[in-house]
């Protein structure tokens, strides 16, 4: 799936607050993308609109450890 697309999926999802939807793509485009961290780090960062701070340090976390195994750490 293209990096736009997921970039859909998780706006879409966050705008109809399907919070498992957003944690299922965010963790895949993180997986697959995690160049697009800038990205990313806003989405979590949206999630604190809707008093899910929790989740989206989780997902932080997530991104941090991809990013640390794929050797991307500036």
């Known amino acids: ?42 989405a979590a960062g949206q999630l604190l609109r809707y008093d899910k701070g929790p989740l989206a340090g989780e997902l932080l976390v997530s991104l941090a450890q991809t990013l640390l195994e794929k050797g991307d750490v500036d």
């Open 1 to 42: 799936m293209a990096a736009e697309a997921f970039r859909s999926r998780i706006g879409s999802a966050l705008a109809n607050r399907d919070f498992a939807e957003v944690e299922t793509a965010f963790r895949e485009y993180a997986s697959l993308h995690p160049e697009d961290h800038e990205y990313l780090v806003g």
